[in-house]
Every structure is written in C-alpha cells, then in structure tokens.
C-alpha cells in the first residue's frame, strides 16, 4: 500500500512537471506565432520578399536561441555562485561572457547584412522598429495582466 502511494505521488509529479514544460513551450510557440503576425502585418512583404526573409529570420532567431543556451550553461547559471569562486574563475567567467557578447553581435550584424540584401535597407529599419514594438506591446500586456500599470 505505501509503495502504491509513493509510486501514484511520484507519477503525479512527473506529470505535474511535463504539463508545465508543455505549457512553458506552448507560450513561447503562441508568442512566436504572434510576433511572426505582427512582423508580417508591419512589413507588408511581398512574395518574393517574404521567401527570402523568413528563412533568414528563423535562422537567426534559432542562432540566437542556441547561443543563449550555452551562454545560461556556462556562464549566466554560474554567476550567482560569483561570491564563492576565485578570482582566476571569475577573471575566466568574464572573459567568456565578453566572448558571447561578441558573438552575439556578430550574429546580428550577419542577419543584418542578408535581411537588407533581401528585403530593402527601409524595410529592414522598420523590421527593427516593428520588433521593439512588439517587446513593448508583450511587455505591457504581462504588465497589465500581472496588475503592475
């Protein structure tokens, strides 16, 4: 009888957690849809525009995705800990997280370079702009949702 208990509880906390990661995943996947709906209502593409963008736009977004992961697990995770390491650790943990710096920028400023051969160098201003509106817009909804006005 106790086994059966301990078993029931340890399934229903593994389900508890899968229905959280499942639900974690659904609001990035519905933010994303929302964001590629906004982008494309502000930057009015045309067909030709469109074929060429997207797929330079998923990739970089997946590049910065991929590079921010690592940058959690290698570094971002272990600066909590900072007060507990050597100086040489830290020194080292600096430097890597310059090193991501630099490669993020080297991703923008990559994307940036094909989306303007893509799409036109107005376009591509207002691709910035209609991104940062779309930050403000989810911000200020989370905002108002969570009671901060």
């Known amino acids: 009888m106790m086994n059966s208990r301990k078993i ?3 399934c229903m ?3 508890a957690s899968t229905l ?5 995943h659904s609001k990035k996947d519905k933010i994303n849809a929302l964001k590629v709906a906004f982008l494309t209502e502000k930057l009015n593409l045309s ?3 469109a074929q060429e963008f997207w797929p330079l736009y998923n990739q970089y977004e997946s590049n910065k995705e991929s590079l921010r992961h690592v940058q959690w697990r290698e570094v971002r995770s272990k600066i909590k800990d900072a007060s ?3 100086e040489k650790e ?5 430097e890597k997280y310059l090193d991501y710096e630099q490669e993020e920028e080297k991703i923008e400023k990559d994307y940036l370079e094909a989306v303007s051969k893509a799409i036109s160098a107005k376009k591509t201003l207002l691709l910035l702009r209609s991104e940062e509106e779309f930050k ?3 911000i200020k909804q989370y905002r108002e949702k969570m009671g901060y006005n």
């Open 8 to 10: 029931l509880i340890a």
């Open 84 to 86: 507990d390491i050597s």
């Open 20 to 24: 959280s990661f499942a639900q974690e």
């Open 136 to 138: 403000k817009q989810l």
């Open 47 to 49: 067909t030709k525009e």
């Open 13 to 15: 906390v593994a389900f």
């Open 90 to 94: 830290a020194q080292a943990l600096v």
